[in-house]
């Protein structure tokens, strides 16, 4: 299994970004997929996650309304567009699903 971010920048305040993460290793559309972000020094907190067939999400109070998560089960690639940046959005953003972890991707909101 193998999960690869992309998508990460910097960003003002405001702004918008589209994180993309792409699966290999497993049955893509059987399973469900979250991102997670990281803060150095902070647990990592689960920002979204959606189901297998993309019914079903769930987010963070924090990014509610701002973020949306969408998945491509067809190109095995999942999404976050976040949009409404702010600076405590800032963080190392990763994929996950079956215990499996991305490298993550650095988004940092700043002017």
């Known amino acids: 299994v193998q999960l690869v971010e992309s998508g990460g920048g910097l960003v003002q305040p405001g702004g918008s970004l589209r994180l993309s993460c792409v699966a290999s290793?497993?049955?893509?559309?059987?399973?469900?997929m979250n991102w997670f972000r990281q803060v150095h020094g902070k647990e990592r907190e689960l920002v979204a996650a959606?189901?297998?067939?993309?019914?079903?999400?769930n987010y963070a109070d924090s990014v509610k309304g701002r973020f949306t998560i969408s998945r491509d089960n067809a190109k095995n690639t999942v999404y976050l567009q976040m949009n409404s940046l702010k600076p405590e959005d800032t963080a190392v953003y990763y994929c996950?699903?079956?215990?499996?972890w991305g490298q993550g991707t650095q988004v940092t909101v700043s002017s």
């Open positions: 959606i189901s297998s067939a993309g019914r079903s999400t």
């Open positions: 996950n699903s079956q215990g499996v």
């Open positions: 290793g497993f049955t893509f559309s059987r399973y469900g």
